[in-house]
């Protein structure tokens, strides 16, 4: 089986939930009492998709803004973004809204964007409406999921979205590829 290597950083504010959705997707572990990132960290974790494996290279970048610059080094050369905001901080989402801006104009062109709604399980004092955060990722094309890293859910979900995606857009740039070479040699 093939093992397809698909980088992939977490970014957006301090206090999201970055590090516990990260540390949820590969250890299946919440801490309560998780610190800061400083900088970012790192981790992988395989897992299957189709025919192949995809190893996840998992950034977890820092949100507070004094490390917003270092940010460039880790989403360059990224398959995936997935930007995580808060449910229950509007301010959260606003943020969000210049990561996507950011990485539009100095991202990979082909990145695959993905929105992380996280702490779901505190839904009952949510500011930001899944309608209004729904439409904003269809806006822009980007997969649009809610998680809760405490409760694991919809944690695994989210990177088999971001698995399922990359493998449909490898497959079509290979019969594109594969039919331009045939074009080519015909003319």
Known sequence: MAIRELKVCLLGDTGVGKSSVVCRFVQDHFDHNISPTIGASFLTKTVPCGKELHKFLIWDTAGQERF?????????GSAAAVIVYDITKMDTFQTLKKWVKELKEHGPEDIVVAIAGNKSDLSDIREVPVKEAKEYAES?????????????????????KISKYLLKKYIVAFYCNYYMTRIKKCC
């Open 140 to 160: 822009i094309s980007a997969i649009f999921i809610e998680t809760s890293a405490r409760n694991a859910v919809n944690i695994e979900e989210l990177f088999q």
């Open 68 to 76: 917003h610059s270092l940010a460039p080094m880790y989403y360059r």
